[in-house]
């Protein structure tokens, strides 16, 4: 059986400003954006990435405190120019730091407005052997 982790729910105070800072800050797809008189829920999905984050005012959603998801790991070809992209859209990043030299030993990361915490790590093979192929579009899309 395979098992895909799909979904990340991310506890945010303020939607309308946490889904600007990752579409136009971070750089994240917007999926959706769904509101009615009952709920509004967005769901974001970086480039390249097979799982998306959620945010919401659902019950499951408002379970956490805003600012309390910590250490959720993203992971680049590049971190220098992922790191550049980010400081030129505005994100507060922090240094770079290599923990090891072998290829994904290179970290760096950023925190939502929320203080969300998010660590970005470099593995240089995603290059040439990517996770999700260039152009693959999801069937459901």
């Given at each position: 059986m395979?098992?895909?982790?799909?979904?990340?729910?991310?506890?945010?105070?303020?939607?309308?400003?946490?889904?600007?800072?990752?579409?136009?800050?971070?750089?994240?797809?917007?999926?959706h954006?769904?509101?009615?008189?009952?709920?509004?829920?967005?769901?974001?999905?970086?480039?390249?990435?097979?799982?998306?984050?959620?945010?919401?005012?659902?019950?499951?959603?408002?379970?956490?405190?805003?600012?309390?998801?910590?250490?959720?790991?993203?992971?680049?070809?590049?971190a220098?120019?992922?790191?550049?992209?980010?400081?030129?859209?505005?994100?507060?990043v922090?240094?770079?730091?290599?923990?090891?030299?072998?290829?994904?030993?290179?970290?760096?990361?950023?925190?939502?407005?929320d203080?969300?915490?998010?660590?970005?790590?470099?593995?240089?093979?995603?290059?040439?052997?990517?996770?999700?192929?260039?152009g693959?579009?999801?069937?459901?899309?």
């Amino acid at each position: 059986m395979q098992w895909t982790l799909e979904v990340v729910i991310v506890p945010v105070s303020d939607l309308d400003a946490s889904i600007a800072f990752y579409r136009d800050k971070v750089g994240f797809h917007l999926d959706h954006d769904t509101r009615n008189e009952h709920m509004h829920v967005a769901q974001l999905t970086p480039p390249g990435s097979g799982c998306s984050i959620v945010l919401g005012d659902l019950p499951s959603q408002r379970a956490m405190e805003p600012g309390s998801l910590k250490g959720v790991q993203l992971v680049v070809a590049d971190a220098a120019a992922a790191h550049a992209e980010l400081q030129s859209r505005g994100v507060s990043v922090s240094d770079i730091t290599v923990f090891d030299d072998r290829d994904g030993g290179t970290f760096f990361g950023f925190d939502d407005p929320d203080g969300n915490a998010w660590a970005i790590q470099e593995i240089k093979a995603r290059a040439e052997r990517p996770l999700i192929p260039e152009g693959y579009t999801a069937p459901w899309a």
